[in-house]
């Protein structure tokens, strides 16, 4: 069924329209537009938990752009697909920084669109890699948020089937083949640790964009970068909460996004501090693509910051807080 024009007027398509509201909001500095774009109760699921005010969503972005005046971002991909006849799912990612200045990082904000109005988003920041190009001390940047806590459908369990329906609602059978195979490798390689079993997915020259501006290259370097983070959390696991497809050569052709939440136990490598044995409950969002059915770059999300401010808050670690949700 074609896409009507409500969902995404007055713009030419859904990738038009992302990435011109997203300028007008975030370069022009026009955040009254907000009004305009979020339903008042729109819902925001953000690192630090969510939000369902569209007054809370306009205060966080005046706070985020006086805080970094000098930065711009445009949009490095946007993977979107229909959500019935009149609504649409965006992945968005955003590189950001100044203009001239090697200091860079990235966003990636899903945002549910229902005729040309966002009802529900789910963000990841990678504030990683601004805290370390400035020298912070990262504890005491987490100290100062404060862990509010999810509602609304991220409490709800995970999808069971999410190549028909995730938490944004039914999505269309698009690329199955490619979805399945992006399903599998998250659920062998990310959840069953068959660590081996990186190059029956990805391509040998593969790369991997994560937390902290880390550039990873090679089936070898991909599970290392995996067992870093699983160290810590050494019994958790991958839940997949939504899936979106797109091909467009603009983007280099086929890609696949998955909106995923991480939980697991605290009890394992103390890369955050003193362990607590109790579970993070981590938004994160992976961007997929694709070459001749194998996989040869990923874009992997979350903001390794509010991770470690929840950690904290669960530790009794005093928080300034209350953070920004957007």
């Known amino acids: 069924m074609p896409l009507d024009p409500v969902a995404y007027q007055p713009y030419a ?23 305009e774009n979020y339903e008042p109760d729109s819902i925001v699921h ?33 993977i979107w697909e229909a959500r019935g006849d009149d609504a649409f799912l965006s992945s968005h990612l955003v590189l950001s920084g100044h203009l001239q200045a090697p200091e860079y990082s990235r966003t990636i904000a899903n945002c549910l669109y229902r005729r040309g109005r966002m ?23 987490a100290r100062a948020q404060a862990f509010r806590g999810y509602t ?8 069971v089937d999410p190549i028909a329906r995730g938490d944004s609602g039914p999505r269309a059978d698009d690329h199955r083949a ?21 190059e029956k997915y990805f391509e040998r020259d593969l790369v991997l964009l994560t937390v902290g501006n880390r550039l990873v290259i090679r089936p070898e370097g991909y599970r290392r970068s995996l067992l870093r983070f699983l160290e810590a959390f050494p019994a958790g696991q991958f839940e997949i909460r ?41 938004l994160g969002i ?17 903001d390794d910051i509010a991770l470690r401010a929840q950690i904290a808050g669960m530790r ?11």
């Open 178 to 198: 490619e979805v399945e195979t992006v399903i599998d490798m998250i659920q062998t390689v990310w959840n069953d640790r068959d660590l081996q079993k990186v």
């Open 152 to 159: 609304g459908s991220w409490t709800e369990p995970a999808p």
């Open 119 to 141: 009802v529900e988003e789910w963000v990841a920041r990678d504030t990683l890699a601004g805290a370390l190009e400035r020298g912070d001390d990262l504890d005491e940047l």
């Open 13 to 35: 398509d859904p990738d038009d329209f992302i990435r011109e509201v997203t300028d007008l909001i975030w370069v022009d500095r026009s955040i009254s537009y907000i009004r």
């Open 242 to 282: 939504d899936i979106q497809t797109n091909y467009d050569v603009r983007y280099a052709g086929l890609r696949v996004a998955v909106t995923w939440k991480f939980v697991g136990d605290y009890s394992g490598k103390p890369n955050y501090g003193p362990l607590t044995g109790k579970p993070v409950d981590l």
């Open 316 to 326: 009794g670690d005093e928080s300034v807080g209350p953070s920004n949700i957007y």
């Open 286 to 302: 992976s961007q997929f693509t694709f070459h001749k059915g194998a996989l040869t770059k990923e874009v992997r999300l979350w």
């Open 46 to 78: 953000g690192a630090y938990g969510t939000s369902t005010s569209r007054d809370e969503v306009i205060e966080g972005t005046l706070m985020r752009i006086s805080a970094t005046p000098d930065r711009t971002g445009q949009a490095e991909d946007v």
